[in-house]
């Protein structure tokens, strides 16, 4: 049984530019011809006169598109991409038109009338290409559309395609697990990600599983591996995907250049750049400083209903680990009465949480104030100092405390390279609900594409999250 779903095209995305074009012309044409917009007119041309044009455009603008490829479901391609293919096709038929307008008819028409209609169209169809993209997330975020995908090899570069999987649910990825001849990387677990052994199981997997399409993220030097893999997706139509892998390493930026014209490849390991440093510094400081002004009062209600609540104080101090695994004690309401670290060991049978973390869903040193605040995430508010003092970010990764750092793998370590931050990620995308390691591709996807517009994302999404109390505990 083949298990492929071939991505067709949406004839309905077809049909919804084919309706934004001549809509486009009737608006282009009242603009002219009615309001008289730019330029007074002192003749009135019918619309039917202009019908060649929306037939013209109805045609030629569609198959420019399709050309273009945009009409195909390329995951990951963005609304700008769509953008500038549109106006390449809205250009490259506005030409023709003009070009036939001189040619034939050349007193009748407004060429000012499809100057406007080009713009319109531009707008229009970029609406409509806005709208089938919110459309398409929302139904992949429900399992609607979703590719079953396993991936074939459990390195740097294949837990990088896991990070992006569950940091971008609207791309419509399903990871069915992964294969690896790596012993203890093939029959392990990487978050909810499961291993099948070697690759040469691929086969019995893609049966099994209903696999929809394999990514390959296996060394460059695995060439003869590699072709054993295309070949065996071939045999059973399987779309393959191949994650170029330079020289193994883990990067966040590949720059090329040249050195009297001999190609040169810049690699650049994930981290902040000292520019990027000072932006996020800024941000933070200036986010903090506006948190503290406005929510001061906030701040005292909570420690006199701490007080109430139970004996101790109000703040409650740990060490954590930060960047580049330098020490800080981080500030936090208290949550918990007042001797919960040495209740800690009895308890350590009880954890919910995989990795080094600790979790208990209903921990019995949570005090009720500090129940609510959990939920809310308020207890995390305090924090907004240790953002002042330089020592966190407002988004970051997860501050650790050290035991959690002594069980680090590897690969976990890279998360420490960047300053921690109070959400981040893993607190917009489930929170207490994610393993450890999930924690960590969301971290590491983070670092790699971070940008002040991610920041900002992050923290409008953390709200709704926080208010709906979505995944804490």
């Not at 070009?99 to 050349?106: D, E, T, Y």
């Not at 050195?259 to 933070?284: H, M, N, Y």
């Not at 370590?413 to 924690?439: A, N, Y």
Request: with cysteine; aromatic share 10%; glycine share 8%.
């Amino acid at each position: 049984m083949k298990a492929t779903r071939r991505d067709r095209t949406l004839w309905w995305i077809v049909l919804g530019d084919i309706a934004a074009i001549n809509l486009a012309m009737v608006l282009a044409y009242e603009l002219r011809y009615r309001l008289q917009w730019f330029l007074d007119v002192s003749f009135d041309a019918p619309f039917r006169a202009y019908l060649p044009f929306s037939l013209l455009f109805s045609v030629a603008i569609p198959a420019v598109l399709w050309a273009l490829k945009s009409y195909q479901r390329r995951r990951g391609t963005t609304w700008i991409d769509h953008v500038f293919h549109v106006i390449n096709a809205v250009v490259v038929t506005l030409v023709a038109a003009f070009a036939w307008s001189f040619v034939f008819r050349p007193l009748v028409y407004s060429r000012l009338l499809l100057f406007e209609s080009g713009a319109f169209m531009v707008v229009l169809i970029s609406i409509n290409r806005a709208v089938t993209m919110v459309v398409q997330a929302r139904q992949r975020r429900r399992g609607i559309g979703v590719k079953r995908v396993v991936i074939v090899g459990a390195g740097e570069v294949g837990r990088r395609v896991m990070r992006t999987v569950v940091a971008r649910p609207d791309l419509g990825y399903e990871i069915v697990g992964y294969v690896d001849d790596n012993p203890d990387k093939g029959a392990g677990k990487i978050g909810r990600f499961c291993g099948y052994g070697s690759v040469d199981n691929l086969s019995g997997v893609i049966d099994e599983q209903a696999v929809d399409e394999v990514i390959i993220t296996l060394p460059w030097n695995y060439h003869r591996r590699i072709l054993g893999v295309l070949r065996a997706c071939a045999r059973r139509d399987i779309k393959a995907r191949l994650v170029p892998d330079l020289f193994q390493l883990s990067l966040s930026r590949v720059e090329v250049g040249d050195l009297g014209g001999l190609p040169l490849i810049e690699i650049q390991e994930i981290a902040f750049s000292r520019g990027e440093l000072v932006i996020k510094r800024v941000i933070d400081l200036v986010g903090a400083l506006l948190f503290l002004a406005v929510g001061w009062p906030l701040f005292l209600l909570i420690g006199i209903a701490i007080k109430l609540d139970s004996r101790g104080p109000v703040f409650f101090r740990q060490e954590r680990v930060g960047e580049n695994h330098a020490r800080f004690r981080i500030f936090k309401f208290r949550t918990m009465v007042s001797d919960a670290e040495r209740q800690l060991e009895t308890l350590r049978g009880q954890n919910e949480a995989d990795g080094p973390l600790f979790k208990i869903r209903d921990d019995p040193r949570v005090t009720r104030v500090g129940r609510f605040l959990r939920k809310t995430s308020l207890d995390e508010l305090p924090q907004l100092l240790n953002v002042i003092k330089g020592e966190m970010s407002l988004v970051g990764p997860r501050p650790p405390i050290p035991a959690e750092v002594e069980q680090y793998r590897a690969w976990h370590e890279k998360r420490l390279s960047v300053p921690p931050g109070l959400t981040g990620l893993w607190q917009v995308s489930g929170r207490s609900e994610l393993t450890f390691d999930e924690m960590v591709l969301l971290d590491l996807y983070y670092i790699e594409h971070w940008s002040p517009w991610l920041d900002l994302l992050i923290v409008l999404r953390t709200v709704p999250k926080v208010l709906a109390r979505d995944g804490a505990y």
